[in-house]
């Protein structure tokens, strides 16, 4: 009875600390803050931006999750691109922007993320939730579970829409969602149109992200705006092999977000270049060993990635290694790091490893090598 009164109790904490986290926010909370971050791709670098880690209403944007968990599942086999969907009745009952999908149509998961991400239909939206996960309110917990993954702390989903003012997130961690879409390289033709039909040429399709028409380099993403979440973009380009993201969040009219998002990365593209740091163990001294049938290992750095790092600008390093290692030494042991700066600014660091294994010496091996010495 003890213990039964006291699960209770640890479930009644559970539960008010869940609550406290789907108090609805006031309208206060919810006016439109102007935030935005400039991302590498490859790295997932911040280079700039304006307030980019203020949680804000992200509206519309919401649906660039929506499709990234409907891609894992493509990649997981739970659906393929070309699975019909069976439009659920909630789908019908959706407002704002829709494909007016009937009860029981019929159309393909490429068909709905056209809906979705070209034509921003809240229908299209809840019909993929309910293909995925088998309905919204599951779906949203994937959306959630998916944020957790992607280390996502200030970001949270009411519904796959956007249509919740509680669906919020900050400028950096929408460009990381951003990121994480651009590895699935299907998506991109549906990203970077503007304007497509579905059911043959009866239902039209023109995104908002009208950079798709204009923009060098376009990769997606996605334009939205709404009363809590102002005017909102998030942009991905690529230019000579660089990849960076623009997310723009609470802007005032539908002209600034470009405008914002063409500076940033035109600021991106112009002043950083990505470079891997050219570091070889080749200088580095073996590490003596003791007590092993060897007497020293050599050393090699752990996979390296890249920097994006202003144009110009040189790489320094610094390493930190034991004077010795005790035998055995596994080989891949991390026994040391290097890390890379530019200038004072710290990038980040990398393990120096055991090249190969040194086992410990056997007694008599011990003193076999001490008589040895002996008698020399």
Known sequence: MRRNRMLRYVCMVMAVLL???????????QSCVYSSVLMEAETGMVLGGTESDTPVPIGSLTKLMTVLVVARAVAEGRLSPDTLV?????????LGAVIWLLAGEQMTVTDLLKGVIIGNANDA???LAAACAGSETQFVLEMQAEAFSLELRQTRFADCTGNSSDNRSTAKEVALICRALLEYDWLTPIFTTWRTFLRGEATELVSENRLTR??????GMK?????ASGYTAAIAAERDGMRCIAVILGCEDTDERFTYAKNLLAHGFASYVVTTPDFSTEFLRPIPVRHGIADAVTLEASELSGIALPQG????CVTVLPKFLEAP???GKAVGTVAFYAGDTYLYEASLCAAESVERRRLWE?????LDNLFK
């Not at 334009?223 to 009363?227: D, I, K, P, V």
């Open 366 to 370: 011990a003193l076999a090598g001490l």
């Open 223 to 227: 334009a939205g705006h709404g009363t």
């Open 329 to 331: 030494v596994a080989r």
């Open 19 to 29: 609550l406290g986290l789907c108090v609805p926010v006031s309208a206060e909370e």
């Open 313 to 316: 600008e040189r790489i320094s």
């Open 214 to 219: 204009t923009y060098d380099g376009i990769l």
């Open 125 to 127: 939206a809840v019909s």
């Open 86 to 94: 069976s439009t659920p009745a909630a789908a019908q009952e959706q």
